[in-house]
């Protein structure tokens, strides 16, 4: 067994344990268990460092698995900006930790995490239209453009008619200027996202069954558990909804362990 | 694709070509897309006979090549095409 997919069953057997605590902290806070072994500042960290953990990974293999596709081809431009992407999302990340561990403070919001995950967008969004391009023109039969055209037209209209009831409550009840700004930021980043990743989809189900199926499967799992942690977030932080904070940290932290065993399947993949 | 190439003699039954193709290109890009793929770049070839030769083959070789090098960089995508390759060799000669 190659390391690459020791390392993903490994991770993945990590990912179900602390996504399962989060959750269940998420449904039934005051069961007792929450006040003894699984403190509040344990699940703090098991989701902090499980975060950091998974996207560190995630940047380090996918940067490796850049230099297995040759200079110039359009696949390694795409796995180059998802890289990018997963490190600045990482450092973000990493924000997060020495706030609440070695500061030892709450983190702010905005802070300069923010920074890091505000960088992250463009690189990912880009990655995942690279990723489009280099697929279409594969020579694979991955459908005709007619049908990516009015799939990517629908996507933008849903986008656009869920966007306004997501978004409606944070602008009608704004808080600090920057805040809000940013509440409305990451959904709108995420819409944008959710358009090359339901386009992905569709290539992807056309490979069902193969490995290149399950790379990607990963991968967009992450991204679309990735848009509604956003939107979670923003409700979260705007409207001060404390019952969320589990909800929502599970699923960041399932949105960037799909990633990271996304990444992982890849690397296996060209071994 | 690297690799020492078919020779131009050879001569194999089309459908048990596209069959082996397919049966190797499976655990890749799965079942479906490894049969329309096959059949779909024999098509473009222009092949519609039921036998096939070494040159015909090295050609459908060289553009399901291409097409993998996408998704599983040059270096894996040679490894796959050569596998094909050999099983190829390995079918009967076609009558």
Do not use: H, I, M
């Given at each position: 067994m190659s390391r690459a997919r020791w390392t993903g069953r490994a991770l993945t057997v990590l990912l179900a344990i602390i996504a399962a605590v989060l959750l269940a902290r998420a449904i039934v806070?005051?069961?007792?268990v929450f006040e003894g072994a699984l403190s509040p500042r344990v699940i703090l960290g098991l989701g902090t460092w499980g975060k950091a953990l998974f996207l560190l990974v995630a940047a380090v293999v996918s940067s490796r698995i850049v230099r297995r596709f040759e200079p110039g081809t359009p696949s390694r431009t795409a796995w180059q900006l998802l890289s990018a992407g997963l490190a600045a999302m990482f450092l973000g990340q990493a924000c997060f930790v020495i706030y609440q561990f070695v500061m030892g403070i709450e983190v702010p919001f905005?802070?300069?995490?923010d920074v890091f995950f505000l960088v992250s967008y463009p690189l990912l969004i880009a990655a995942l239209v690279m990723f489009l391009r280099a697929y279409s023109a594969s020579?694979?039969?991955?459908?005709?453009a007619s049908e990516r055209l009015w799939l990517a037209t629908g996507v933008a209209l849903f986008c656009a008619v869920a966007a306004y009831p997501i978004l409606k409550p944070l602008v009608e009840r704004p808080g600090e200027p920057l805040e809000t700004l940013l509440n409305l930021l990451y959904p709108v980043l995420d819409f944008l996202l959710l358009i090359p990743t339901v386009l992905l989809i569709r290539i992807s189900l056309r490979f069902r069954g193969g490995a290149v199926w399950k790379v990607w499967v990963r991968l967009l799992g992450g991204f679309l558990f990735l848009c509604a942690a956003d939107i979670l977030f923003a409700y979260y932080s705007q409207f001060d909804w404390v019952e969320l904070t589990d909800l929502v940290d599970a699923t960041y932290l399932l949105a960037y362990g799909l990633l990271c065993l996304g990444v992982l399947y890849q690397r296996d993949l060209l071994d | 694709m690297p690799g020492l190439p078919i020779a131009a003699t050879l001569r194999r039954n089309t459908g048990e070509v596209l069959e082996t193709i397919s049966r190797v290109l499976e655990p890749y890009i799965g079942k479906l897309m490894a049969r329309t793929s096959a059949t779909a770049h024999c098509n473009d070839l222009g092949i519609r006979a039921a036998v096939v030769d070494g040159q015909q083959i090295e050609a459908l070789l060289e553009k399901l090549g291409l097409a993998l090098i996408i998704f599983l960089g040059k270096e894996k995508a040679a490894t796959v095409v050569e596998a094909m390759r050999r099983a190829i060799e390995s079918l009967r000669e076609a009558s």
């Open positions: 806070p005051s069961n007792p905005p802070s300069l995490a020579g694979f039969p991955v459908g005709p | -």
